[in-house]
């Protein structure tokens, strides 16, 4: 495949980037300060001197390995700290005036991937948009803030989000050079990237920052307390706290990661009542009013049989293993659709008693994880309707292959729809649809956020589609076969589950 090097002056400096397929890819920009570990992340804003590199990708976020069955090829990079850094794809095409952002924030439970796993160049044509792809800190780098020791939470940090919303302020101040709008900033993200599109929505510091919103599988920021790094690692290590944070301070990242990978609970959980999110989301969208940041969110029909999949990959341990994992991962899910740990029995005796599902097994794991992320896109849909804005809900019911296995739409199904797989030779998002009309749907797909992303409503690409308003409760079935709305499909649910 026939790459071209290119230049562009911006205000930073020179940079030189690659162009294929009529789009311009600049590698690696640094939009933080190199990172202090467990510190806030810091905008960077200081010119380079000479012409800076961005023709191959820099470091990722520190994690266990990737799995490429999951992600797709893996880049060459190498893992680190200062992995603040992000992607950006503009097309060369004569444009009438500035074209809108779509700035795309990756998932991975917040333990891993990479920005540098999805290239943006057939959804940047696709969309004729300027395409942002980040890297952010991911599992204990990014759960233990020391400016938070000695607080309420004492030391259990958020700082993914903070990450997001510097890179979001880079792109305020620099996407002009690279021919984009910082005025119409679409946030999109899947999974755990899905919850920071909620979370962006509500967060005050992001306000002004995000002009629309994509989320597609999202959970919630529930009101718990995050995972207390320090105490988990103090345990681990038969330290006391103070001795504990001296270690975690000054040991090898490759050290840390090595705890991350016995299965320690170092993760960040994403919550409420922060400091980056100082109430309840449903209440912080809802204050921002007719402000509040115009929606579109979804899930897929079966979103958990991708989930087992992922761990069977990751792990490689026997079926019936895998399955007791499941079983736990989904009590612990729960309590997104629960909307917290204490409702999680009442929450989980209802939704059998609904659906006459046992209670075990990979059937009742599905059910689980498609109920939290069915609740999450329409309860943030609800609160940004409410809000005085407009939301657009979608289910997704196309069929997928994942690890040499034909399954029904599961979680990560949009990711091959958004970056577009069947136009891009070059493509680096695995080519999950497993549909004759995949290519046709794609590009459908990529033409309503392109229109999303201009006018703050999805157009008629995929059809008619009425935003989600409690009266008729309108949501679009996504499918190969042609999309068709629904009114009201989660009543069961709504009626008979959540409270």
Not at 197 to 221: E, N, Q, W
Not at 385 to 390: D, L, P, Q, V, Y
């Amino acid at each position: 495949m026939t790459t071209n090097t290119v230049e562009r002056q911006t205000r930073l400096g020179r940079v030189r980037g690659i162009e294929r397929l009529g789009v311009e890819t600049y590698r690696g920009l640094r939009y933080a300060e190199p990172v202090q570990r467990f510190r806030s992340s810091v905008l960077a804003s200081s010119p380079w001197q000479g012409t800076y590199d961005a023709t191959t990708f820099k470091a990722m976020a520190m994690q266990p390995e990737i799995v490429p069955e999951l992600y797709g090829p893996v880049p060459e990079a190498a893992y680190s700290e200062d992995c603040l850094l992000l992607n950006i794809h503009a097309p060369q095409a004569p444009a009438d005036g500035p074209r809108p952002v779509i700035f795309f924030i990756h998932g991975g439970s917040f333990t891993g991937g990479s920005g540098h796993c999805y290239d943006g160049t057939a959804l940047a044509r696709g969309a004729d948009a300027v395409v942002v792809c980040i890297n952010y800190r991911l599992g204990l780098f990014a759960a233990l803030d020391l400016d938070w020791l000695g607080t309420a939470r004492d030391g259990q940090g958020q700082l993914w989000l903070g990450d997001q919303i510097t890179a979001l302020q880079w792109v305020r101040d620099n996407i002009a050079d690279y021919g984009g709008d910082p005025g119409q900033v679409t946030v999109i993200g899947e999974s755990a990237g899905a919850v920071s599109v909620a979370a962006l929505c509500a967060a005050p510091a992001a306000k002004g920052l995000v002009h629309r919103a994509v989320a597609c599988s999202t959970g919630y920021m529930v009101p718990e307390d995050s995972k207390d790094v320090v105490g988990v690692m103090a345990k681990a290590r038969r330290k006391t706290r103070e001795e504990t944070i001296a270690y975690l301070k000054s040991a090898p990242a490759e050290e840390l990661i090595g705890y991350q990978k016995r299965g320690k609970q170092l993760s960040p959980v994403p919550v409420s009542g922060t400091t980056l999110l100082p109430g309840h989301m449903d209440e912080l969208i809802q204050a921002r009013g007719a402000e509040a940041v115009p929606l579109i969110a979804g899930y897929a029909t079966h979103e958990g049989v991708s989930l087992e999949l992922m761990v069977k990959a990751a792990t490689g341990l026997p079926g019936f293993v895998i399955s007791i994992i499941g079983h736990l991962a989904s009590r612990g899910i729960a309590m997104h659709a629960a909307k917290g740990k204490a409702n999680v029995k009442d929450y989980l005796r209802r939704l059998k008693k609904a659906t006459g599902n046992i209670g075990f097994g990979s059937a009742f794991n599905d059910l689980v994880w498609t109920d939290g992320f069915r609740r999450g896109a329409v309860d943030y849909a609800e609160a940004t309707t409410k809000a005085g804005s407009r939301a657009w809900v979608y289910a997704m019911d196309v069929p997928m292959r994942l690890a040499g296995q034909s399954i029904p739409s599961s979680h990560g199904i949009d990711l091959a729809l958004t970056f577009n797989a069947s136009d891009d030779p070059g493509h680096t998002v695995p080519r999950f649809v497993d549909h004759p009309k995949a290519a046709e749907l794609e590009r459908r797909w990529v033409s309503m956020l392109g229109h999303f992303a201009r006018h703050g409503e999805p157009g008629t690409s995929l059809g008619e589609w009425p935003p989600h308003e409690r009266e008729q409760r309108s949501s679009m079935l996504v499918t190969c076969d042609g999309c068709s709305v629904k009114h009201d499909a989660e009543a069961l649910f709504r009626q008979q589950v959540w409270r």
